[in-house]
């Protein structure tokens, strides 16, 4: 039995749609983005109150890196995934990790603009700092996609995870100023098992672009 607990628009977005693009029988637990992940059965699940938590024969996975690395090795090794032993196996373990060096940048700059809802409880040093931070991370995956489809030889779960930070991302650092990761990035969205991972994600955002916040004239 596989079941995943998803909040649409977030870091479980990764999970869902490897499970689309792996093809295997699963259920989906929707949840709302809310105090529901602190109530003990879900905590139980993630003891860190978030999500994803995959259930899966019998354990709870709760790090969304662990858990592509765990459904690859089970449902497509040296598909979506890269064996012990694949020339690009390091490589693949990098890219399916560093969607979480791209992703805290994205938690944080969520968490200025969404979250915090007065405007004394928000610093725009941070917000600015962030921003540039996040830009770089876009800018390590434009050097790595420059004449290349994908991350590795061919798409991987590396392209998942990464593709999903740089969709949260995208609110927060323009694409345009990285064409060859834009370019990347479109070719992941046209994949059917994006979109419909995507689903319900509208409304988490409830902006395209939030830039970064201006300091307050005079400090
Ligand atoms: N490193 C974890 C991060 C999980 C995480 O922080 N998820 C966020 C959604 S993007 C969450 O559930 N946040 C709820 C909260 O912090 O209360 C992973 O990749 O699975």
Redesign the pocket.
Known sequence: MIRLHH?PG???V?SLWLLYELGVDFELVTLP?DKT??QPAHLAL?P?????ALELGGTAL????A?AEVLCERFSPAGLGRPVGHPERAAWLQWVHF??TV?QH??NL?QQHLMLREDHMRSPILTQLEARRLGKTFGVIEAAVQGSDYLLSEFSAADIGAGQAVE?GRHFVRLADYPALGRWFDRLLARPAFARALEGAGGFYARDFYPPLEDPAGS
């Open positions: 909040c977030t870091r479980s990764r983005f992940l602190r993630n860190a109150g978030r999500v994803p709760f790090e969304s890196g858990i969607a979480e992703s994205c938690a969520t949260m």
